[in-house]
């Protein structure tokens, strides 16, 4: 995972010229306490969601497995 800093109004790039056509600029609007609000510009057709948005869309509604599932206690 890639870590970076940025100040409120500063912005990072994903993709582009020589990384795939694909373009997305997210750009820091307002940092208030622990809240941090962004901003996503993206190439015509790139969707762009939240986390758990994302994830009931690729798993059709269903609520995710646990990997493992929960061992009965040893009487």
């Known amino acids: ?11 990072v790039m994903v993709g582009g010229p020589g990384g ?3 373009l997305l600029k997210v750009t820091v609007m ?3 306490g622990t809240y ?3 901003g996503f510009e ?3 057709g790139i ?9 009931q869309i690729h798993t059709d ?3 995710e497995l646990p990997e493992r599932l ?3 206690p040893v009487a």
Not at 1 to 11: A, C, D, N, P
Not at 47 to 55: A, F, G, M, Y
């Open 1 to 11: 995972m890639l870590v970076l800093s940025r100040k409120t109004l500063e912005s």
């Open 20 to 22: 795939g056509e694909h």
């Open 30 to 32: 307002e940092i208030r």
């Open 36 to 38: 941090v609000r962004l």
């Open 42 to 44: 993206a190439d015509d």
């Open 47 to 55: 969707p762009i969601h939240r986390l758990e948005v994302w994830e």
């Open 61 to 63: 509604g269903r609520p």
């Open 70 to 72: 929960p061992q009965a």
